[in-house]
């Protein structure tokens, strides 16, 4: 998982940091089908939000894999679920606004 420890050289920080690029390629590919879907349902295509849905489905992949890293859930399972977040897109930052939300209120 990237960074469940700091990197002690350079080949461990290069390390973590290709392996978000596994996950990030996950989320787009997960809002890649999200968006033909989309098209098959009627919408037109656009490159602009064929763009958006990409940077979204990237910035919650990343956030994803971080989640799943501090839980230590298994690099399978997190690849998985930054696909799943990826489709999902802006939903995904609702729910991850929730569950911070909730676990801010456990602790008040």
């Keep these: ?44 295509f656009k490159v602009r939000h064929l763009v958006i849905e990409w940077f979204t489905a990237a910035f919650v992949a990343v956030c994803t894999s971080l989640v799943c890293g501090a839980w230590d859930i298994p690099a399978q399972l997190t690849y998985a679920l930054c696909g799943i977040s990826g489709h999902m897109g802006g939903r995904a930052i609702s729910l991850f606004e929730r569950l911070l939300i909730n676990m801010a209120e456990k602790r008040l």
């Design 1 to 44: 998982m990237p960074f469940s420890t700091p990197p002690e050289t350079f080949k461990e920080f290069f390390l973590q940091i290709f392996s978000f690029f596994w996950f990030i390629a996950m989320g787009v590919f997960g809002a890649t089908i999200n968006y033909l879907s989309s098209l098959k349902n009627g919408r037109k």
